[in-house]
DNA sequence: CGCTTTTGACCCGCGC
DNA sequence: GCGCGGGTCAAAAGCG
């Protein structure tokens, strides 16, 4: 009986020996687990350091150029107050204004747009979140890009008509605002970003919130077009529309029109900034008086410039001049172009190749003129920097490092130009 | 119950 | 003036 009890308690003894000894090895893999980790964040925090360092740099960078830009502003108010300002001048001077800022509607008066510049001046010590969202726009029109469809919006129109004026093709609607804003009116030129993906669901994954308002069969071709509105604000004028190409089912073809008159969530900032900032290279970039549509293709090779081909892009295709311009961005050409799963890096990618591709297309000055003067790449940057001080986890931290970078080195890039 | 989707009707501009 | 096509509305249906 005791012999049996002896084993019994020498069995025991083994058994927490092993076990003991499991527990050191498994300790000390752990350990080397955390010294590997601890090694891993210190490379993250001096990366941190390093990128924080350099968005101090083109963040002192963007006040330089706002200053320069205010004297140059003020001596030009200056000389044209000695002077009687002929409207040809006045509307050049708005234009220019207006294109240094993205979604800026020509009607904003010049009081508001230094009244706005005061403010991007005051805004440099404190990032704001949010893409493609700017809620400080006083008196804008709404649909196209940098435009606004809020309650100050002085449009005296009523039901249908006002639908058509935000998103439709202003087609000879009568307004009862002022000769020189029906003016301003018809030179607006209104961008389309029409946004080319292979994308096996029925609308792209881009972080926002939308509601399908309608669906129409467009002639010539059999894929039903979807409607959408942006749901994260009531007010929102951003639409969308959703179609399938004719000759590759696989591809998507979605056109976004608007600017967000609200905060974006992170995840739909990437392709909110990347539209803003192609709608904003259309518009500031075009010098024909008739839009044209403009195709980017994002995957190498030359860029691809068509015309306002509905193959390609389902935009209305009526002969006569729309004052629509679109940009397509065209991301099908990618091998390993897939929605979802690596939407996020698909998204930073094609931030980095629209920068190339930009400049491949001699539109450098116009990027510029985007990144100097464009809240959204600023927003994107903080959003940026701000997950990664609110992230704890290292792989997180990782991650928002990597896309800081793809957008940092953008602008490294465009600055070096 | 509230929100979203569906879908036929309607409006509007344009061409003939 | 009429028909066509694009875009939107809004009631009904669907869904969680």
Not at 147 to 159: A, F, I, Q, W
Not at 274 to 292: C, D, K, R
Not at 348 to 372: D, P, R
Request: proline share 5%; net charge neutral; hydrophobic share 25%.
């Amino acid at each position: 009986m005791e012999d049996v009890k002896g084993c019994k308690v020498d069995e025991e003894i083994i058994n927490i020996n092993e076990s003991f000894k499991c527990n050191e090895e498994y300790a000390i893999i752990k350990e080397d687990e955390f010294e590997s980790t601890k090694l891993e964040m210190t490379g993250v925090r001096e990366e941190n350091m390093r990128l924080k360092t350099l968005l101090q740099r083109i963040e002192k960078d963007y006040k330089d150029l706002q200053m320069q830009f205010m004297d140059i502003f003020q001596q030009e108010s200056k000389k044209n107050n000695g002077s009687p300002i002929s409207n040809t001048n006045g509307d050049d001077q708005e234009q220019e204004l207006v294109s240094l800022r993205l979604g800026t509607s020509p009607k904003e008066t010049k009081k508001e747009n230094i009244h706005n510049l005061t403010k991007i001046a005051r805004e440099n010590d404190v990032f704001e979140l949010g893409l493609g969202h700017n809620p400080k726009r006083l008196k804008t029109d709404d649909g196209a890009l940098g435009k606004n469809s809020g309650p100050d919006n002085n449009y005296v129109l009523t039901g249908k008509k006002e639908e058509n004026q935000k998103w439709g093709q202003n087609k000879g609607l009568k307004t009862e605002r002022s000769g020189d804003e029906e003016l301003c009116q018809t030179s607006v030129k209104r961008a389309r970003v029409c946004v080319r993906a292979r994308c096996d669901t029925p609308t792209m994954n881009d972080g926002c919130q939308w509601r399908k308002y309608g669906q129409k069969i467009a002639k010539g071709n059999p894929c039903p077009r979807a409607y959408y509105r942006c749901t994260v604000s009531p007010s929102c004028p951003v639409r969308k529309q959703v179609q399938r190409c004719m000759e590759d089912m696989s591809i998507l073809i979605t056109t976004y029109e608007g600017t967000h008159n609200h905060p974006l969530p992170i995840s739909a900032t990437a392709m909110a900034s990347t539209t803003s900032a192609a709608a904003s290279m259309l518009l500031s970039g075009s010098t024909t008086s008739q839009p044209s549509p403009t195709a980017l293709n994002l995957y190498g090779g030359p860029p691809t410039f068509h015309h306002s081909d509905k193959q390609h892009c389902f935009l209305p295709n009526s002969p006569s001049p729309t004052p629509f311009s679109t940009i397509t961005l065209d991301l099908t050409t990618n091998p390993s172009t897939t929605t979802h799963g690596g939407q996020e890096q698909q998204y930073q990618s094609y931030l980095e190749k629209f920068n190339q591709a930009s400049s491949k297309q001699a539109l450098t000055e116009t990027l510029t003129k985007v990144i100097t003067s464009d809240p959204s790449f600023r927003s994107v940057i903080a959003a940026v920097v701000s997950t990664m001080a609110a992230n704890e986890g290292a792989g997180k931290v990782k991650n928002e490092m990597i896309n800081g970078k793809v957008l940092l080195s953008a602008l490294e890039n465009q600055e070096k130009k």
